[in-house]
């Protein structure tokens, strides 16, 4: 079946509340886009990517839609029998621009599912569940406040918490720790995420000032060297988040054994496809990581979610996703929730959600 057109939406997602506060920035209103993939029966595939600011990674909306009209006329009128011939029509009109062409991976995986009549799980290889742990992340905040509401969320359901640190003093980074592990012990599984805040200095203070507390470090320094730094010298496991910019930082993290784990991103790795050979890469050395993305709403949380359930769950940290912080769902009629700290997997024929158009503004563009 052959693609007959390509519309692009813009979409706000407004932080529900308080900014949301990371060591690399602070957001307030973030800005989504969503692709449609029509082919000539009518079927539409969905995909969506959000970047959760300009800075957080080396992405931004404005680019993402750039991106995509270099490669969407490029699609139109192929045949979406092959996800790899499409993979390479798209390499070959842009090079890099994985999180644009992760929503176009990502639109075409939920076509093919509703042509096949099975959910993205099974094109990933198989669920191994029917519903996935998610995670909760704090903003960058008081350390009492910061506790409080990490054991709400633990007596919520959550299984895990990322607590976010970094961009301030030492102080009270190592006083949120102390805190929260007082609050919540045992009863979570804690990852303390800087965001690249970190000097490898203030990386080692922290690890020796909380050593006997059982958390992972998340992507605690700016760079893949300074991670690399760290190595032997701190008590605690460290996760890379930011720094897997594409597959070959995560081979690279994997075989230079700098990385104990992972929170990964659907769209900076290149969407659902690529996101299950990292998955597998994970597998061989035994990491265990997360299946998020940066932001967004149901479309992308959706994606996750059908990666998240194919991930052997006793190495899954997570499916992250932007519910708690935005108001409403582009699916009110099958949104992507959370509840008890987990995640149901869709069970209808692709992705299993669908914006409702009267949610959407006119195309922004069509190919
Ligand atoms: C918790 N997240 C998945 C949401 C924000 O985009 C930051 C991110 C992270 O782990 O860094
Ligand atoms: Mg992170």
Request: proline share 5%.
């Amino acid at each position: 079946m052959r693609i007959e057109t390509i519309k692009v939406y813009q979409v706000h997602l407004p932080v529900k509340g308080d900014a949301y506060r990371m060591a690399s920035g602070t957001v307030q209103d973030l800005d989504s886009t969503l692709v449609e993939v029509t082919t000539e029966d009518g079927l539409s595939g969905w995909g969506e990517t959000c970047p959760v600011g300009p800075v957080y990674q080396p992405q931004h909306a404005l680019g993402a839609r750039a991106a995509i009209a270099e490669i969407a006329p490029g699609l139109v009128g192929e045949d979406t029998t092959s996800m790899r011939r499409l993979a390479k029509r798209m390499d070959e009109r842009l090079n890099g621009h994985n999180y644009a062409k992760a929503a176009l991976d990502i639109a075409l995986l939920d076509l093919a599912g509703q042509r096949l009549g099975v959910p993205v799980s099974t094109l990933l290889g198989g669920a191994l569940t029917d519903r996935v742990p998610s995670y909760y992340s704090t903003i960058v905040g008081e350390p009492d406040e910061t506790a409080r509401i990490a054991l709400d969320k633990v007596k919520a359901g959550y299984p895990r918490l990322q607590i976010k640190i970094g961009g301030r003093d030492l102080e009270q980074d190592v006083a949120t720790v102390h805190k929260v592990w007082e609050a919540v012990g045992f009863k979570a599984r804690i990852a303390v995420d800087a965001n690249r805040g970190l000097t490898v200095a203030a990386t080692l203070h922290i690890d020796r000032l909380c050593q006997a507390i059982p958390f992972v470090f998340e992507q605690p320094c700016n760079t893949m060297e300074e991670v690399a730094n760290l190595k032997g010298r701190v008590a605690h496991p460290v996760y890379l988040d930011e720094n897997t910019e594409d597959l070959n930082a995560v081979l690279r993290a994997i075989s230079s054994g700098i990385a104990d784990g992972f929170g990964l991103k659907v769209t900076r790795l290149g969407g659902l496809t690529k996101m299950a050979t990292v998955r597998d890469l994970c597998a061989i050395r035994s990491l265990p990581h997360s299946c998020d993305d940066a932001w967004g709403g149901d479309v992308i949380a959706a994606a996750c979610v059908h990666l998240a359930a194919t991930v052997e769950p006793r190495r899954f940290e997570g499916a992250w996703i932007a519910q708690e912080y935005i108001e409403g769902h582009t699916d009110p009629v099958n949104p992507v929730v959370i509840e008890n700290g987990h995640i149901r997997v869709p069970q209808t024929p692709g992705l299993g959600v669908k914006p409702e158009r009267s949610r959407l503004n006119a195309p922004v563009a069509t190919f």
